[in-house]
Nanobody, 124 residues
């Protein structure tokens, strides 16, 4: 079992920035990848970004490219998502997810562990 604890988020004006973090409770996972997904009321869960534990394999959702940056700190397996130039449509609950294994995927159903989510609200 791996617990994922998210932090960050909150209320931010349009054009502002926010940083999300996700810490994994268990070390020595072997190959793994971590990702962010988001969901807002009435909408499907949406892929945001993914990164391998080794730091490569980065992918972003189309509307996030150029604005969001995902990274991972190898010392404590903490993943961060720096979100800049935020828009009201970025308002959602953001979830951290972890998949054991080397494959990188943007399909949420293939992830093994999920965090509780953190709310990001962008005011217009």
């Amino acid at each position: 079992q791996v617990d994922l604890v998210e932090s960050g988020g909150g209320l931010v004006p349009a054009g502002g920035s926010v940083r999300l973090s996700c810490a994994a409770s268990r070390r020595s996972l072997g190959a793994y990848s971590m990702a962010w997904f988001r969901q807002s009321p009435g909408r499907e869960r949406e892929f945001v970004a993914v990164i391998r534990g080794s730091g490569d394999g980065i992918q972003y959702g189309d509307s996030m490219k150029g604005r969001f940056t995902i990274s991972i700190h190898h010392g404590d397996d903490t993943m961060t998502l720096q979100m800049n130039n935020l828009k009201p449509e970025d308002t959602a609950v953001y979830y951290c997810a972890l998949r054991v294994g080397r494959q990188v995927t943007i399909t949420g159903d293939l992830y093994n562990f999920w965090g509780q989510g953190t709310q990001v609200t962008v005011s217009s």
